[in-house]
């Protein structure tokens, strides 16, 4: 079976097109993309689709070479008669403007360009060049960041607009098409470049498992298309999960219902209810869940609190207005921006025990009993001010941050009292409450990894 057999089988399969429906096209002028744009074209021509329209996106990575490509993409379509939508971003400059990866500035300007160009058509999706290679590689990385069973299902065929026509077709069988129809097409000399992860699975891994299979792209695409067989039907489990255990008030599920449920239903029915959750979230509400009591602060300005009844939210800010304030209690956690932090009690002496071990607990310890009134975590405001233990002398939270180049300060709980913030973290606590020779209970506010 060729590419445009495989892909049509796709389409079909995934219901992806129809004759009324305009594509945008990414075309970066490799032979992938040219192949894509070859057959939508031919399908365009044969009444399957109503229009095709090229983006290419010109990253500024590879100097001279890069205009090369967008030069050849603009040549292509004016030969083809495509119409074009064009930009250039320095990707370089703006990831490290950002500080965040190249790959994921390029992913993120591509698909706005693409939102871009759409046309005003009723009917519209937006095709990219993906293929079973790259869904292989895309496995192998998953697996070896610690993947569920939900990244082992690869690049999905459709999501939302975007489609993936060529996701079944290998890197041979697309060189092969671009030989029978005489198609031309450029070769990204980043490709070779091992310094990228996923360019070391293809020029590293892929060879070696080849030389066990010839025919492991294959092997794996079809372990991929099961995967993800598989996952959607765990979804529909996980959807009826949920409304199962959905009670009468807004964001309240029944705890006795979601414990009832088996792993990994469990987990996909939390990660269903808390959008925002990461993994660490999950285990801490399993853990609550378990224990019948405890509370997750979720970044988003959520806290999901269990009872011995329910598991409920209980929204601490919005959107517009991105600051928290919390009742906090002895014995829970909080997940606040990327840390989970605790707050715990010990009596004095095992306290100093353990900070013989790790003398950090000394910057985030105070004299529990000099506490005054209601604790609760908030975040930074203006003006904070506190006597930071040793330094004699009152600061600001400002000059505090500045000093220490503190970059997500709007992260940092600031552990407070009714008379004022009492500690924060990584900076000690205050004069009124710190600990003295009198002290017989010590009270721990720090990061769960630290927790000994």
Same mark, same amino acid.
């Given at each position: ?19 009324? @429906? ?17 057959? =939508? ?35 292509? @379509? ?60 895309? =496995? ?25 026509? =060529? ?61 993800? /067989?598989?996952? /959607? ?6 959807? /009826? ?61 959520? %806290?999901? @609190? ?68 209601? =604790? ?27 000093? /220490? ?26 004069? %009124? ?20």
């Amino acid at each position: 079976m060729g590419v445009k057999d495989k892909a049509l089988q796709t389409i079909r399969r995934e219901r992806m097109l129809s004759p009324d @429906c305009a594509v945008v096209v990414g075309v970066s002028g490799g032979a992938d993309s040219v192949t894509l744009l070859h057959f =939508l074209l031919s399908l365009q021509q044969e009444g399957a689709i109503a229009q095709v329209k090229a983006v290419h996106l010109n990253h500024c990575l590879r100097g001279e070479e890069s205009w090369h490509d967008q030069q050849f993409v603009e040549e292509l @379509c004016r030969e083809w008669d495509v119409p074009l939508y064009i930009e250039q971003h320095d990707i370089a400059t703006i990831a490290k403007e950002q500080g965040r990866g190249i790959e994921e500035i390029g992913r993120e300007l591509r698909y706005a360009a693409f939102e871009k160009a759409a046309p005003t058509h009723s009917c519209y999706c937006i095709a990219t060049a993906h293929t079973a290679d790259d869904n292989a590689e895309t =496995l192998l990385l998953h697996l070896c960041r610690g993947s569920g069973l939900r990244g082992a299902a690869g690049i999905p065929p459709i999501r939302g607009r975007i489609i993936r026509p =060529l996701i079944t077709c290998t890197r041979k069988e697309i060189e092969a098409y671009c030989a029978e129809h005489s198609l031309s097409y450029v070769i990204d000399s980043t490709n070779a470049d091992i310094a990228y992860a996923r360019n070391r699975i293809r020029r590293m891994v892929m060879p070696h498992l080849c030389e066990i299979n010839p025919q492991s792209t294959v092997a794996i695409t079809r372990f991929i298309e099961q995967v993800r /067989q598989t996952d /959607q039907f765990l979804n529909k489990l996980t959807t /009826q999960a949920i409304a199962d255990a959905k009670v009468g008030a807004p964001d309240t599920y029944c705890r006795k219902a979601l414990l009832s449920l088996e792993e990994p239903i469990r987990s996909r029915a939390l990660c269903g209810i808390v959008k925002t959750a990461e993994e660490r979230h999950i285990q801490l509400l399993i853990s609550a869940l378990e224990a019948g009591n405890g509370a997750v602060v979720i970044p988003t300005g959520v %806290r999901w @609190c269990v009872t011995e009844t329910v598991l409920t939210a209980q929204r601490l800010y919005n959107k517009e207005c991105p600051s928290f304030c919390i009742s906090a209690a002895i014995g829970e956690r909080y997940a606040v921006g990327d840390r989970i932090y605790r707050l715990f009690t010990l009596p004095r002496s095992e306290y100093e025990q353990k900070l013989n071990i790790c003398q950090y607990l000394f910057q985030n310890a105070l004299d529990y009993d000099r506490i005054s009134g209601d =604790l609760f975590l908030r975040q930074r405001r203006e003006g904070d001010r506190f006597r930071p233990t040793g330094r004699n002398c009152g600061k600001s939270l400002k000059k505090l941050f500045n000093e /220490q180049k503190v970059v997500s300060r709007d992260t940092i709980p600031i552990l407070c009292d009714t008379s004022g913030i009492a500690l924060v973290p990584g900076f000690g606590c205050d004069e %009124r409450v710190r600990i003295m020779p009198d002290t017989k209970t010590v009270l721990l506010f720090i990061k769960e990894e630290d927790v000994l």
